[in-house]
């Protein structure tokens, strides 16, 4: 079992950047696939990004492509999601999620632990 905090969210105008950690308890760490989703009110959890293992894959939903870059640092048990060029669209409760299986998975309903949440707010 994993627990699992995000930190890093704060209000920002558009075009800035933020970035967002995912601290995980445990010693096992490396052997969970890590995932960020973001859900805004009213609307169903949305696939942001996610991360192999040990880092060696990584995968983005379009709307993020090109601006968010998902890594991790084993050693530290932390995953980060660096946001670069917000929109206000990007605004929502972003959280980390993890599960077992080194498999992508886009659908929350695939991921085993998730943390509390942290909120990101861009102004225009």
């Known amino acids: 079992q994993v627990q699992l905090v995000e930190s890093g969210g704060g209000l920002v105008q558009a075009g800035g950047s933020l970035r967002l950690s995912c601290a995980a308890s445990?010693?096992?760490?490396?052997?969970?696939?890590m995932g960020w989703f973001r859900q805004a009110p009213g609307k169903e959890p949305e696939f942001v990004a996610a991360?192999?293992?040990?880092?060696?894959?990584?995968y983005y939903a379009d709307s993020v492509k090109g601006r968010f870059t998902i890594s991790r640092d084993n050693a530290k048990n932390t995953v980060y999601l660096q946001m670069n060029t917000l929109k206000p669209e990007d605004t929502a409760n972003y959280y980390c999620?993890?599960?077992?299986?080194?498999?992508?998975?886009?659908?929350?309903?695939?991921?085993?632990?998730w943390g509390q949440g942290t909120q990101v707010t861009v102004s225009s």
């Open positions: 991360i192999s293992w040990f880092g060696t894959s990584t």
């Open positions: 999620a993890a599960k077992r299986t080194n498999r992508v998975a886009g659908l929350s309903r695939e991921y085993d632990y």
């Open positions: 445990g010693r096992t760490f490396s052997t969970y696939f």
